[in-house]
């Protein structure tokens, strides 16, 4: 076994565990504060790069990885998307108060939409990469009609938040 296929192989296992302890996460109930949010951000974000990390050396370890190697790992990026929704949606839609009327807010919820549209945008092209069944694909379904609620909430919540100041 190559370097570079064990490197993945250890970072496919990381992968497992980061996406079950997000998994974790959502089952212990909505974030309270917009900091506790961010921390599971920063852990859905780290997952993200680590799927990206995998992809770019899939070339490289070649013939030595099961051969629906990429698909499992595509799999494992849909599954993280899925339990981050569901994570934001009940954030979003029972907003705290900072995430509403704090100054900061606006920046929040714009760069949240931002990146919730990226996804929408390329959830489509994975599922279909990913070769998923169709019970699968009903899951995933309803995890971009959330995706799609969570930009009407945050549409919503920005017409209502304080706005930055440009100019004094």
Excluded: C
Aim: proline residues 4%; hydrophobic residues 45%; without cysteine.
């Amino acid at each position: 076994m190559s370097r570079v296929t064990d490197i993945v192989l250890r970072m496919a296992r990381k992968l497992t565990e980061d996406v079950a302890a997000l998994g974790r996460l959502r089952a212990a109930g909505n974030p309270k504060t917009f900091p506790r949010f961010r921390e599971i951000r920063s852990a859905y974000l780290d997952i993200q790069g680590l799927v990206f990390s995998i992809q770019d050396r899939l070339d490289a370890a070649g013939k030595e990885l099961p051969s629906n190697f990429p698909q499992w790992v595509l799999r494992q990026k849909l599954t993280a998307i899925a339990i981050f929704t569901d994570i934001s949606y009940g954030f979003i839609s029972e907003p705290p108060l900072a995430l509403t009327s704090s100054l900061g807010a606006f920046d929040v919820l714009e760069a949240e939409q931002r990146a919730f549209n990226e996804t929408l945008h390329t959830f489509d092209t994975m599922l279909m990469e990913a070769g998923i069944d169709d019970k699968t694909a009903d899951e995933l379904d309803a995890t971009r009609t959330k995706i799609e609620q969570i930009l009407g909430m945050i549409e919503r919540l920005l017409v209502n938040s304080p706005k930055i100041l440009k100019e004094f």
